[in-house]
């Protein structure tokens, strides 16, 4: 079965279809779909991506992780924050079925532990702290998971808790936003001012045996180095300074060592049109999503 992991869609539902079109025609029906989270938000269409992504996994041919902007989807069905003027997901809160959506996403995954060939993996959105082992990943998500799917209020107090008082919320915020590590083991959602501490760098110092594929980084764009497959490559951010792609990473999936570099196993699709800038104006949706509630309360 060929394995096609996607980088952050972002709401870009028509390079998702075109992308998901292309893999028909090159594997038939005999390929899963791998998608490292951000489904949602900054482009047009989340509810459609979600649509897609959720058929597509009841078929028993895809998996997701959540992304930071699900999170953000969350918090804000929660009453946690009001809808910020680049946010573009409220087409998911406005639906009718908008809480079969929330309960959907709680059930999703935060990070997977899965194997490539001889080399074992694991999808997350976003990084990893560098000591991480796979078994300390799979017990870490496993707990933050059981504790989103076991009900909106337990749900409610891990998204409302402090990092540094809550090690579940802190690892949640690791796998979703990490982007830099310093050299204490600190982690941050920033971009790294010293290149030396992109938390990638600090976690390959450390030669772990498994591989990691994510997303998350639209400034870095496409990352392919040894067991390290970063695919977010700005589809939404198109004419934002630069070209957008939806960008996939096809294995072959016969290579015993697929994660080894040089590697052109890719597949990208131009964003089909500019996206940026983002979203409503935040009086508008705060006042769409004021509507929205009262109207199914």
Aim: net charge negative.
């Amino acid at each position: 079965m060929q394995r096609v992991f996607v980088g952050d869609v972002q709401g870009c539902a028509d390079e998702l279809d075109e992308l998901l079109a292309r893999c028909r025609s090159a594997f038939g029906d005999a390929f899963e779909t791998w998608l490292v989270g951000d489904l949602v938000n900054r482009g047009p269409a989340s509810l459609r991506v979600l649509e897609r992504v959720r058929s597509l996994e009841e078929a028993g041919c895809a998996r997701s992780v959540l992304g930071n902007h699900e999170l953000s989807l969350l918090r804000v069905a929660f009453g946690q924050r009001e809808p910020r003027p680049n946010d573009s997901f409220l087409d998911v809160l406005e639906a009718p079925d908008a809480d079969a959506w929330v309960e959907w996403l709680l059930r999703r995954p935060v990070a997977i532990v899965d194997h490539l060939g001889e080399t074992p993996f694991v999808l997350v959105h976003a990084g990893l702290a560098p000591d991480w082992e796979l078994a300390t990943i799979a017990e870490r998500a496993h707990r933050v998971e059981a504790r989103l799917s076991s009900g909106r209020e337990e749900a409610r107090r891990l998204l409302a808790a402090s990092p540094r008082e809550d090690a579940d919320r802190d690892f949640l915020d690791l796998v979703t936003s990490c982007r830099s590590v310093d050299a204490r083991g600190a982690w941050s959602e920033q971009e790294p001012q010293d290149p030396a501490d992109a938390w990638h760098r600090r976690w390959s110092a450390r030669a772990h045996d498994y591989g990691v594929v994510y997303g998350h980084w639209s400034l870095q764009g496409l990352h392919v180095a040894p067991r390290l497959r970063g695919l977010d490559t700005g589809c939404v951010h198109h004419a934002r300074g630069r070209d957008g792609y939806l960008t996939a990473w096809v294995p072959d999936p016969d290579a015993a060592r697929p994660f080894d570099v040089p590697d052109a196993h890719f597949l990208r699709v131009r964003a089909h049109r500019r996206y940026w800038p983002f979203g409503k104006s935040s009086g508008d949706a705060s006042a769409s999503l004021a509507r929205s509630r009262a109207g199914s309360s």
